[in-house]
């Protein structure tokens, strides 16, 4: 923090964000900050979440700082998002938190993480199966963005701290509930395990300390090696299985790790991707990294394994093929309607596609530039479309003498399988008029003696 930022305290009405917020509010003057307060009503609990809301509006509104509250139906959000209730609360706070520091509103989020969510998480991560990167656990700074001063504290000492000082706080009855892993930790577990070790909670938050170094040196060295290993397509991360081989297996598992890492960030759906400055941290656990290295050195060319974030790892051949889910590209076909001059952009295969028009002069000028075609100007009084190819798609391409199914010229160029779901084409009057690769259709080309053409270029997005 530095003087003049503005802070926004994330505050459930909790004990925990309570006393951040309090703490916040006696050093706001020492500290230079400026101070605001951040609430998101999950409407999950009906009543009782409606008097968090006020409860928070009222501290605000007492401590003389402005309150930014939001509702959002996390129901429905799991629902559509086929996750459970957790994931969906935690996507959606996250969204909140980045709308109000896109928006200016704040330079910093405050959350009032302790020890005990420290040595909770830690604990959690390590019973599902995970490598250092989960024993991590809660970083104190996320992005220069995220920042979670009270993670040195115990959850009592700040309780102790409040009732010192009457003050008050809300109390989460979800939080008892058992069906929730999380709670399970925290009632069962936890304390049973402190009757071995009365500092296990310490304990536990210093091995996060020590694994979060361990994984600043990895990353640093993994950033500069990753990109000789892999080359990237539009759909797809590949992965040279001879180099992964040549390396040290610990080298191979973070290489693997930062890799899907990627190929997450990049193929994420909108709807699931989380805004920066938030790690997603999708759930890749050991288990699967050593179920990818099996396919890697021991698996048949053609073999395919799923993986969490609607990916998959496939073996061809000499590569090792990071890429979404077939069942996850089919799920994203694409249709959008074109107006010339315009651009589509084309989210899920990170394409956009520019339409123009030119003269012959310039088409001329231009006719060798790369991913870029000259149709019949006619076209532009068409309804056109831009959309993801279908089984049975055919046309003639300008140059070839018959008409062929798409599906034959993706077999013909050997086209693999990985590039084809979502391939681009465009239609006119239900007619394949240009196809990616293969250009514009032979009744669709410009003419000697036409004044205008129309251009369309591909570029990544």
Same mark, same amino acid.
């Given at each position: ?10 505050? &459930? ?65 799991a ?17 909140f938190f &980045? ?5 200016? $509103? ?14 909770? #998480? ?15 656990? %809660? $970083? ?19 309780? *102790? ?12 009855s ?6 929730? #892993? ?39 060295? %993994? ?18 299985i ?43 656990e ?9 396919? #890697?050195?021991?698996?048949? /060319?053609?073999?395919?394994?799923? *993986? ?17 889910s077939?069942?996850?590209? #089919? ?16 989210? /899920? ?17 231009? $006719? ?14 068409l ?11 055919? $046309? ?18 050997r ?44 570029? /990544?997005?």
């Open positions: 923090m530095r003087p003049g930022q503005r802070i926004a305290v994330a505050c &459930s009405g909790g004990s925990d964000s309570t006393a951040l917020l309090l703490l916040f509010h006696q050093l706001a003057d020492q500290i230079g900050c400026v101070l605001s307060v951040a609430h998101l009503n999950h409407l999950l609990r009906g009543d009782e979440s409606a008097e968090d809301e006020t409860f928070v509006q009222a501290l605000a509104a007492k401590l003389g700082i402005p309150a930014f509250c939001e509702q959002s139906d996390v129901r429905k959000l629902e559509e998002s086929d996750s459970n209730l957790e994931e969906a609360a935690r996507t959606a706070r996250l969204h &980045s709308r109000l520091l896109q928006s200016g $509103y704040a330079d910093r989020i405050a959350l009032g993480h302790t020890a005990d969510d420290q040595a909770e #998480t830690v604990l959690f991560r390590f019973l599902r199966g995970s490598g250092l990167r989960g024993l991590a656990g %809660i $970083y104190p700074v996320v992005g220069e963005k995220i920042i979670r001063p009270l993670l040195p504290f115990r959850r009592q000492e700040l309780q *102790l701290w409040l009732r010192e000082n009457g003050h008050s706080w809300r109390e989460d979800s939080n008892l509930d058992l069906r929730f #892993t999380r709670n399970r930790i925290r009632h069962m577990v936890l304390p049973a395990l402190l009757q071995l070790n009365p500092r296990l909670v310490e304990t536990l938050s210093d091995t996060a300390e020590l694994a979060r170094d361990e994984e600043d040196f990895w990353r640093g060295y %993994i950033d500069s090696l990753a990109p000789g290993v892999m080359r990237t397509e539009s759909n797809a991360l590949l992965i040279d001879k180099q992964l081989r040549s390396m040290p297996l610990a080298v191979a598992r973070r290489v693997l790790r930062h890799i899907i890492s990627l190929a997450q960030q990049r193929f994420a759906s909108a709807a699931s991707a989380l805004p920066e400055p938030f790690d997603p941290h999708p759930g890749t050991f288990r699967h990294i050593q179920q990818i290295l099996r396919l #890697t050195f021991r698996g048949q /060319s053609g073999s395919s394994l799923p *993986l969490p974030g609607q990916l998959e790892a496939h073996r061809e051949f000499q590569h090792l093929i990071i890429r979404k077939m069942q996850a590209a #089919t799920n994203e076909r694409f249709n959008f309607a074109i107006r010339i001059p315009g651009t589509v952009e084309v989210p /899920s295969i990170s394409r956009a596609y520019d339409f123009q028009f030119v003269t012959p002069g310039e088409a001329e000028a231009r $006719y060798n530039q790369n991913g870029c075609h000259f149709l019949d100007a006619g076209l532009a009084h309804p056109l479309t831009l959309r993801s190819w279908e089984p049975g798609d055919a $046309y003639q391409p300008n140059g070839h003498h018959k008409r062929h199914k798409l599906k034959e010229l993706f077999q013909k160029d086209i693999p399988l990985r590039e084809r779901a979502g391939w681009p084409v465009l239609v006119a009057d239900e007619k394949i008029v240009w196809a990616r690769r293969w250009g514009v259709a032979v009744d669709h080309a410009p003419r000697s003696g036409d004044q205008q053409a129309v251009l369309l270029c591909e570029r /990544s997005s």
